[in-house]
């Protein structure tokens, strides 16, 4: 089903440490997954993508875990900037094809120096 | 991936008047665009999918006659919002999608608001 969030939950965290933003997600027939981040005002852009048939993938300074036994995402940045500071959303992709990507609750990521 | 632009930024109108957001595949020739909506400190929210040289498919409980979907070419696809009214303010986001397995890449949005 479709997520929407009443607020969004804040993860903060200081600058240089390694941040973790987890996300539940409903479908057990989804089998691509995206995380996107957001800035005030902007569009969400592209951060990095994973297909069910695996647990882990990796990119420059962020890395996604899958657990597909209990839903579950994960999104890993290492050594958190400042610039890291967003809105943070993960999106499944609906069963029956792949047109339509519904978005999860979002989670504000808030980097201190 | 693809690079989408949207026109305008932001926009304000009164209520009962009607607005005309655009939303362009600059590098891409898209023939399906889909359009979010998101709300102050909430998430996107499909409310249609926009084919080009066919009908738009709306989500369950967006309004068709509400939210006019055109898309005429392959690049470009525009939402109207008629009779807007105060709770129609919002952040309309359009994507494309290049490929199957591949993710939407956005444009800036759309800053929406009716007075």
């Known amino acids: 089903g479709e997520s929407v969030g009443l607020h969004l939950p804040t993860l903060s965290v200081q600058e240089g440490d390694n941040s973790i933003i987890n996300c539940a997600y409903s479908?057990?027939?989804?089998?691509?997954f995206i995380w996107y981040k957001q800035e005030s005002g902007k569009g969400p852009q592209f951060i990095i993508d994973i297909r069910s048939n695996m647990d882990k993938r990796q990119g420059q300074r962020v890395t996604v875990l899958l657990n597909k036994t209990v839903k579950h995402l994960s999104l890993q940045i290492a050594a958190t900037q400042p610039g890291d500071s967003a809105v943070y959303f993960c999106a499944e992709n609906a069963a029956g094809g792949y047109n339509k990507l519904i978005f999860g609750a979002g989670t504000r990521l808030a980097v201190h120096p | 991936g693809a690079v989408v632009s949207q026109h305008p930024s932001w926009v304000i109108c009164k209520s009962g008047t009607s607005v005309k957001i655009e939303c362009r595949s600059l590098d891409f020739q898209a023939t399906t665009m889909f359009w979010y909506r998101q709300f102050p400190k909430q998430s996107l929210m499909l409310m249609a999918t926009s084919n080009e040289g066919s009908k738009a498919t709306y989500e369950q409980g967006v309004e068709k006659d509400k939210f006019l979907i055109n898309h005429a070419s392959l690049t470009l696809s525009t939402l109207t919002v008629t009779s807007a009214h105060p709770e129609d303010s919002s952040f309309y986001i359009c994507s494309v999608r290049t490929g199957g397995a591949s993710p939407l890449h956005f444009g800036n949005g759309t800053r929406l608001t009716v007075t």
């Open positions: 479908n057990s027939a989804s089998d691509y």
